[in-house]
């Protein structure tokens, strides 16, 4: 059935490679980093606020540089203008070899006698793929298409770094032959309209900020997802909606076995620029599902219409802020809001639930340089921002270890925003650099923070953690963890009440340092007469983390030995209604309360557990490829 499945949509793929392409439904083309530091420069005006564009934007910001940069960015223009215009399709053949070096130095409490340990990985992937570029109308109407497959003997994910995402689309259902794996991957998008107003839909990824890759509320390399938008940009105005599909996972994990469709996410951003060296902008974002709400296709605040219907959804806003102090040089703010304790605040009690990512950084583009852009930036996500709990239906607050999340802020398993897990911070510097027009240098260094809040927690939450069903708690950390416990006789849940009234912001004991240093070289040879263009690229990276192992679970559920007792407890083995009031350490034993000098013993027994498999590693990451477009 899968052979089956792949011989079709081959068929499809080169049959209709004749009339698509890629720059139109790939944000993460090198088109719009350049696009980016055009727009920075003064260059370019009217540029969409959601990547990626259509052709005819594409098209009008390339002939904008052609016609008023300066003799380098005429040089980039052309050449992107060229492989946009130049033909209808492009058959592009990727071959990529990884090898990494990880290095393991066991912590001090761990039983096991060796204290290091070492091994090498390495993975070989083939991407062959049909990409390209096609308008009607004069543009009124282009398709975008890349359609491909992912083949190796390896998930790629394995072989990068902490918090990083693949850079294709291909994570489920492949065909297996051998030690190979094969996965389709295929984005496709339409746009219809002009160059200031627009629709367009199809499967694609999508960024929203200056910070390429980097987006809190729409992350580039984030999984792609069914998506419908409007944009509408007016002089100084732009306005664009957002509507996508996709895809759920267990309220446990992300887990791909659990997969399961009817999760939706909606954008939407109206910005105004009131001088020339200032641009603010207002977004929000809701994750839902089970349902299709219409009032989130309407231009009307999200924070109103989730209002009408229980105001139940996971809804974020947020402000993005560009200054452009000097030519070249944009300062961008963007801090997205999750949950906000408005009364403590006002107070000026800042250790509360609240539910914040940020980021703020300068980026400078200078003109005629060898060098392209440098960013400087820092990123800080609070505990439980992303994260949202489910229950099992709207008229009881159960959760079971078959409830499947909705609302958390993942696609399949990936987060949509922040790479970074909540409870986490990060100093980033990168620089890319271009000596002359064939080669492409880009270095970077980031240095991260990460904690597990569940280590701040008290004993009597620990001890529910520990007195629930197995995998129906995340107790390590990221978006799995939530701030709700179930409630068994109510439809409202029961607060977590460490993280309703307290902000535990990377104050635990055993926090995870890493540090990250990359360099990436890229060199394109000269096309040859028939347009067929080869590059080169080769990267390594350097990662230190010191504490991996913060993200495991620290209270698992699921433990025979801890016999919880609820407020109606029918049989002495587990069985009752209410909520857990207290545990037993058998059948027939003692009863216990979930704070006393017995729980606090558990509690500690599974901390200290949980502190004896951290770690420190060491790895080394290398990559090779090649690539080939005809």
Known sequence: MKLRKLFFAAVFAFAGAFCFSQVSVDPSDEFYKYALIWENRGLVSNVPPIRPYPLANVKSILQEVIETGCEKDKEIATEIYERVTGKPYHITFETDFFIKHEMEEKNEKNEKKEKQSFSTSKMLALYPAIKGDLGFKDDFVSLGYGAGFAVSNATDIDFMPQYSNSFHDSIFDATEVGPIEMYLDVNSIIALGYKNLFVQGGIYRSGYSAFINEGLSLNDTSYHSGNLSLTYLHDKLSYVQELSMIGATSSYDGDLS???????????????????????????????????????????????????????????????????????????????????????????????????????????????????????????????????????????????????????????????????????????????????????????????????????????????????????????????????????????????????????????????????????????????????????????????????????????????????VYEKDDDGNGGGTGDIIGFRKSKDGEKYDLDSAEAKAIVDGFKDAWISQLTNKLNLFFNFGVTIRF
């Open 258 to 564: 659990t997969l399961a469709p009817d999760k939706i996410m909606a954008f939407h951003a109206i910005g105004y620029e009131p001088f020339d060296f200032l641009k603010v902008s207002f977004y929000e974002s809701a994750v839902y599902g089970n349902r299709l709400d219409l009032s989130y296709i309407l231009p009307v605040p999200y924070m109103v219409a989730q209002g009408v219907g229980g105001a139940s959804d996971n809804l974020a806003m947020g402000l993005l802020i560009d200054i452009k102090p000097a030519p070249g040089v944009l300062w961008e703010t963007d801090v997205m809001c999750d949950d906000f304790p408005a009364e403590d605040f006002f107070k000026l009690n800042f250790d509360s639930k609240y539910r914040i990512a940020a980021k703020t950084g300068l980026i400078y583009t200078p003109a005629n340089s060898f060098l392209d852009r440098l960013d400087f930036n820092y990123t800080f996500v609070l505990p439980y921002t992303y994260s949202h709990w489910q229950y099992d239906s709207d008229s009881l607050a159960s959760i079971s270890s078959s409830t499947i999340n909705y609302q958390n802020c993942t696609n399949a398993g990936v987060l949509i925003g922040s790479q970074y897990e909540p409870n986490s911070d990060a100093v980033k510097f990168s620089v890319d650099i271009k000596p002359f027009k064939q080669l492409t240098l880009s270095m970077g260094t980031t240095y991260s923070r990460h904690g597990n809040v569940c280590e701040t927690l008290d004993t009597e939450e620990a001890m529910i953690y520990l007195c629930a069903d197995k995998n129906v708690y995340s107790t390590d950390g990221s978006v799995y963890t939530h701030s709700m416990f179930a409630a068994n006789n109510s439809n409202s849940g029961n607060h977590v009440s460490s993280a309703w009234d307290s902000m535990n912001w990377l104050n635990q004991k055993h926090v995870q340092f890493t540090l990250q240093s990359s360099l990436n070289v890229k060199y394109d040879f000269k096309p040859t007469k028939k347009g067929t263009r080869v590059s080169l690229n080769a990267g390594c990276t350097f990662e230190y983390i010191h504490n991996y192992g913060v993200s495991n679970q620290m209270f698992p559920g699921g433990n025979e030995d801890i016999i919880p």
